[in-house]
């Protein structure tokens, strides 16, 4: 019975980290991050005169989804 009771204790943290994350819904909301990337990258192709500024442009495509990840995930 001890033996029973000291694995249970063990493994709350990570039953409770479970379903936390499971439960929470901030995973959801990042979805709209990818749709903004990919309308950056239309724009990247689109508006870049030279391999050069397309490349740029990509970057700062890949930042700003970083930044729009975080946001969704942290809330900060």
């Known amino acids: 019975m001890r033996n029973i009771a000291k694995r249970l204790v063990r493994l709350a943290p990570i039953a409770i980290v479970i379903v936390l994350t499971l439960g929470l819904p901030t995973s ?18 689109a508006f870049a005169d030279s391999w050069w500024s397309m490349w740029s442009w990509g970057i700062d495509c890949e930042l700003t989804f970083v930044d729009c990840t975080r946001l969704a995930i942290l809330g900060r």
Do not use: N, T
């Not at 959801?28 to 192709?45: E, F, H, I, T, V």
């Open 28 to 45: 959801a909301r990042a979805g709209g991050c990818g749709d903004d990337l990919l309308s950056c990258y239309g724009k990247a192709a």
